[in-house]
């Protein structure tokens, strides 16, 4: 049986069982009829907001799910990175310390360093080289009609607005392209990357990608430490 047959099912239960009452308490039709479509309305209106809290409760564990993915990912990869431009200087120190003999040299094993701290100081590596903007606002919208007045989604920069990775900026301000990381004093720096720019973006103001019109609603305005690092083909 289909939910809507259930549900069907189930109102029509409610409705026999009010109407059993009624007879039985010798009420009039009306007064009958009144009393079972309050009741039916209020379990209703109990059901819907049932199922408003289970979807809220959906939305907040794919946010937590998402940034979680994107910062270990974001981790994962600058990890890579440091790793190789470290070893690289090992290499060329030991070079220039011993002759080259013929006999391979054995590396020194590093001591074992804890996850935690390595992300801590990746992260303070990230932020030190950072341009930083304080007291920044913070806006959401949806790649939606209410929001962006067309539903296909495209961005400034070409690519489909992605919830919880997309940004728009002002691009006077923080260029296309580049790496944001927002800090709302939480201890947990989100990243997302600037490839949208919006007519009500200026200055000091960010607005972040979400799921949802309603969502973006909910989420309201706000205001955070931001970082961002242009792209590298605008460094060089």
């Known amino acids: ?95 220039a310390v011993q002759p080259d ?8 094993e590093n001591a074992p360093v804890q996850e935690d701290y390595e992300n801590a100081h990746i992260e303070a590596a990230l932020l030190a080289k950072a341009h930083k903007i304080e007291n920044c606002t913070v806006t959401h919208y949806a790649a939606c009609v209410e929001c962006c007045g067309k539903a296909d989604g495209i961005t400034k920069s070409g690519v489909k607005a992605t919830p919880y990775v997309t940004v728009a900026v002002d691009p006077e301000i923080i260029p296309l392209g580049s790496d944001v990381l927002v800090d709302y004093g939480d201890g947990d720096i989100q990243y997302y990357r600037a490839d949208d720019i919006g007519e009500a973006v200026k200055g000091a103001h960010i607005d972040l990608c979400v799921q949802s019109y309603a969502e973006a609603v909910q989420l309201g305005v706000t205001t955070a430490t931001v970082y961002w690092m242009a792209p590298v083909e605008a460094i060089l």
């Open 101 to 108: 003999t013929g006999i391979p040299v054995m590396p020194v």
């Open 1 to 95: 049986m289909s939910q809507r047959k259930e549900k069907y099912a189930r109102s029509m239960e409610r409705h026999i069982s009010h109407l059993e009452i009624c007879d039985a308490r010798h009420d009039s039709r009306e007064a009958c009829f009144e009393h079972t479509l309050n009741t039916i309305q209020a379990q209703d209106a109990a059901d819907y907001a049932a199922k408003i809290r289970k979807s809220r409760e959906n939305v907040r564990r794919t946010i937590t799910e998402t940034r979680k993915w994107r910062r270990c990912t974001w981790l994962a990869v600058i990890a890579l990175m440091l790793c190789a431009v470290l070893c690289l200087t090992i290499k060329v120190k030991a070079d």
